[in-house]
């Protein structure tokens, strides 16, 4: 059974920074997507960020937010930099059953993964 579990998230003032963790287990890290994902209240979830062969970004946080993984750990790390209140959410990794070599992966649509984290809170205060 493959678990996430996020952990990072808290208050901070805007401009500030947070550092969030999404660690895995069981299962070989390295071969599989990872994806962030966040929702703020009364919204629908959002794509933020993933880790495949390559790194993908939602435009509002490119230049701002850094996605890295480390398959010795099994963890892999979203890095938010100049926060905005707007970056207020819930924030869940994501990962998906099948392997990145298995074919086509579109990173940024949810449905493409199969396990989620329970999320941690981000609160950007103005």
């Known amino acids: 059974q493959v678990q996430l579990v996020e952990s990072g998230g808290g208050l901070v003032q805007a401009g500030g920074s947070l550092r969030l963790s999404c660690t895995a287990s069981?299962?070989?890290?390295?071969?599989?997507?990872i994806g962030w994902f966040r929702q703020a209240p009364g919204k629908e979830r959002e794509f933020v960020a993933a880790?495949?062969?390559?790194?993908y970004y939602e435009d509002s946080v490119k230049g701002r937010f850094t996605i890295s993984r480390d398959n010795v750990k099994n963890t892999v790390y979203l890095q938010m930099n100049t926060l905005k209140p707007e970056d207020t959410a819930v924030y869940f990794c994501?990962?998906?059953?099948?392997?990145?070599?298995?074919?086509?992966?579109?990173?940024?649509?949810?449905?493409?993964?199969?396990?989620w984290g329970q999320g941690t809170q981000v609160t950007v205060s103005s």
């Open positions: 880790h495949t062969y390559r790194t």
């Open positions: 069981g299962r070989t890290f390295g071969d599989y997507a």
């Open positions: 994501a990962t998906p059953r099948r392997p990145l070599y298995s074919g086509q992966f579109d990173a940024s649509r949810g449905s493409e993964y199969d396990y």
